[in-house]
Nanobody
Framework: VQLQASGGGLVQAGGSLRLSCAASGSIFSISRMGWYRQAPGKQRELVAAVVSDGSSNYADSVKGRFTISRDNAKNTVYLEMNSLKAEDTAVYYC?????????WGQGTQVIVSS
């Protein structure tokens, strides 16, 4: 399984970005997909996750601002980020979890300027 994340960049506070993560392989539709982030000097943390039936959960810090979604036909998971804040600055990673194994993408940098 390979994951390719994209969509990061530099945005002003209050702005929006949409991250995408495309997965190879045939297990995407039955896998749990997640977006994580790691800010400088901090541990990697879960931002949002979505399971195969579309149910999702979010970190408290992003509830109401971020939306995770998946397109099983395209083997892609998205993270729509609105009302971005400086504290959202981090490298964002996607993760696929299936059969007890985790597969990580390479990360995409998000920088929010205040």
């Amino acid at each position: 399984v390979q994951l390719q994340a994209s969509g990061g960049g530099l945005v002003q506070a209050g702005g929006s970005l949409r991250l995408s993560c495309a997965a190879s392989g045939s297990i995407f539709s039955i896998s749990r997909m997640g977006w994580y982030r790691q800010a400088p000097g901090k541990q990697r943390e879960l931002v949002a996750a979505v399971v195969s039936d579309g149910s999702s959960n979010y970190a408290d810090s992003v509830k109401g601002r971020f939306t995770i979604s998946r397109d099983n036909a395209k083997n892609t998971v998205y993270l729509e980020m609105n009302s971005l804040k400086a504290e959202d600055t981090a490298v964002y990673y996607c993760k696929l979890r299936w059969s007890g194994r985790d597969y990580w993408g390479q990360g995409t940098q998000v920088i929010v300027s205040s």
